[in-house]
């Protein structure tokens, strides 16, 4: 008679083989056949379009003769001698750039005056949803519109040609970009001033003045900086329609292709236009940052005041009285 031990049968049962299933399976690497698909698609478009535009290609190869020509005519006319009619040429590109200085400065000045108050309108946690919803579809209508379509459908037919036409273009478009910075600027501030100034009962001028403005003034001056910066640029494009500046001069220089004077403007234009970037840089750095903090000096005796280093002072031993004070005799 045989005697089986308790769980022998367990024991020699052979576990079950595991079988995967379709979740368990390698993942079958997906098909590149639409996306070969599309990308011959977009080739063929991409050559059709070329094809329509009717562009002649083949002066590409002329190109690099053409750019080494002209680069040396104006280089010859930035180093040829100074001589009082290549002054004049200097002075010109000199005043030309300058007025085209003051059209940006004009512009981010108008643009300034008008994008402060229509920030706060455009503002959420300020503005009425009405107020806002019409205030923000204005300032991107402005946005849409290109500088130059302000000048030539606008300014041009009402102040005729010259920089101030060139320069309200730029202010009325600035409006649109600064107003949109400012609302966002003022919509990200702490509310912490804004429920204090509530709570003590201050109205909504009182709010913006106190609790909105000392938190958003040095990033909107460094704003309405940064726009000064792209007038100048765009003030140089709006002045080839007539509208003053340095884009004017170079109009009538690439007309009669005198490419010494040409090489003479655009090295002014470089230096004036670097020049401004890195004065503006640095005065939107100290607006934000403020102005570099100066060393605290200490020594090991005592601690600088406006008086001079301030002696440290004594504690009494643990179970003795203090010093009493002298009294005057």
């Known amino acids: ?27 079958v690497k997906p098909s590149k056949t639409w996306y070969n698909i599309g990308m011959l698609a977009f080739g063929i478009l991409f050559i059709a379009a070329l094809s329509a535009s009717g562009a002649n290609f083949a002066r590409l190869a002329e190109f690099p003769a053409n750019f080494a ?15 009082p009619e290549v002054l004049s040429d200097w ?34 946690n300020l ?16 946005r849409a519109v290109p500088e130059i379509i302000f000048a030539i459908a606008l300014m041009l037919p009402i102040f005729g040609l010259g920089p101030l036409a060139g320069a309200l273009a730029l202010g009325v478009s600035s409006i649109g970009t600064l107003s ?10 702490d509310e912490g001033p804004l429920e204090s100034a509530s709570a003590a009962g201050a109205n909504k001028t009182q709010m913006i003045r106190w609790a909105i403005l000392p938190q958003v003034m040095p990033e909107v001056i460094a704003i309405w900086l940064y726009r000064f910066e792209v007038n100048i640029r765009a003030s140089a494009i709006l ?8 884009g004017s001069l170079l109009s009538a220089l690439f007309n009669v292709r005198e490419w010494d004077r040409i090489g003479i403007t655009l090295v002014v234009i470089v230096v004036v236009t670097v020049i401004i970037d890195q004065i503006s840089a640095w005065i939107r750095h100290r607006v934000i940052h ?19 280093p301030q002696p440290a002072a004594t504690v009494p031993e643990l179970g003795t009285e203090p010093p009493s004070p002298r009294m005057p005799g």
Do not use: C
């Open 127 to 142: 503005t009425p949803l009405p107020i806002y919803v019409v205030v923000r579809f204005i300032l991107s209508v402005i």
């Open 69 to 83: 020509n002209y680069s040396v005519l104006m280089v010859q006319g930035v180093f040829q001698p100074l001589t």
């Open 290 to 308: 403020g102005a570099p903090g100066k060393p605290d000096q200490s020594d090991d005796d005592g601690q600088t005041g406006p008086q001079g």
């Open 1 to 27: 008679m045989s005697h089986h031990e308790p769980g022998a049968q367990s024991r020699t049962t052979q576990p079950s083989k595991y079988t995967p299933d379709r979740l368990d399976k390698r993942p």
């Open 239 to 246: 002045g080839v329609l007539g509208a003053g500046g340095i």
């Open 180 to 189: 949109k910075l400012i609302s966002e600027s003022i919509e990200a501030v």
């Open 91 to 124: 002075q010109a590109a000199l005043d030309g750039m300058l007025e085209s200085v003051m059209i940006a400065w004009i512009g981010t000045i108008v643009g300034a005056l008008f994008s402060l108050p229509m920030g706060v309108l455009a503002a959420r």
